[in-house]
């Protein structure tokens, strides 16, 4: 599912302690550019880490068109698949892959912690860009190969993060502060949000998503892989 035309040129940060870490990827005149991926990397700044990816043209520069309801609603995002267990920021322990994302969803608000625009209004920011934790797991229903976030069937209690929004799914929206200037997104996470974790691995991903016509589970499918820093999601990326 994560397979992707271009390839890493992450060898050639053997040569250059400079990108010792990074993911250095080709550009690809197949893939939009606002999304086609050119380097990520993950390091450590003060009490942060910060989780950057930089892409062809300018950052943030496509969203989804608006859909007027929930079912079938799209979602963009920038992503950082990475090894970190997803105990790390507080669901249950060896749920899937523990990635970061940055979104945008013009059709619903999962950030009710939040006020993105300044409005007064915490439940109408789904077209602003925001950060989430998510747990990925494959799931044929959203095709062969395909993952989503993982649901949460009736009844189940598993654990969750505080600042977890209160749909049925493995997603926590915790408000970190990020910026988007011309190619560059930067997402800054408290490393004491992570228990100050030691060396992980990582990826970078450009994808879209979309909410099951049905509104059940697999509730958020991942449908369009934009591109993939590594080239087949095997993590190269090591946190600085």
């Known amino acids: 599912m994560f397979s992707c035309s ?14 010792k870490g990074h993911i250095l990827a080709k550009e690809s005149s197949k893939i939009m550019p606002e999304f086609d991926i050119l380097h990520v990397k993950v390091i450590t700044d003060g009490g942060h880490l910060v989780f950057q990816q930089e892409v062809k043209e300018k950052v943030g520069g496509k969203t989804p068109k608006k859909n007027g309801k929930l079912a079938g609603a ?3 995002s920038y992503v950082w698949p990475t090894t970190l267990n997803s105990s790390t920021v507080g669901f249950e322990k060896d749920s899937g892959i523990l990635a970061l994302a940055l979104t945008i969803h013009p059709d619903f608000d999962d950030t009710p912690l939040y006020d993105e625009d300044g409005d007064g209004n915490k439940k109408n920011d789904g077209d602003k ?25 009736n009844g189940v209690k598993p654990k969750l993060p505080k600042t977890w929004p ?3 799914l493995f997603i926590d929206s915790p408000g970190y502060d990020f910026t988007m200037k011309n190619g560059e997104v930067l997402v800054r996470v408290p490393l004491k949000d992570l228990g100050f974790p030691k060396q992980f691995s990582f990826d970078g991903v450009t994808a879209g998503l979309r909410i099951n016509q049905q509104v059940h589970a697999p509730l958020l499918c991942v449908k369009n892989i ?3 820093a590594s080239g087949d999601l095997s993590l190269p990326g090591r946190s600085l």
Do not use: Q
């Open 74 to 76: 799209s979602v963009y």
């Open 226 to 228: 934009f591109d993939v």
């Open 166 to 168: 209160g749909l049925p």
């Open 129 to 153: 860009w925001h950060s989430h934790w998510v747990v990925l797991v494959p799931d044929n229903a959203c095709g062969k190969g395909s993952l989503k976030v993982r649901d949460i069937p």
């Open 6 to 19: 271009h390839n890493t040129m992450d060898e050639h940060s053997k040569h250059s302690h400079k990108h």
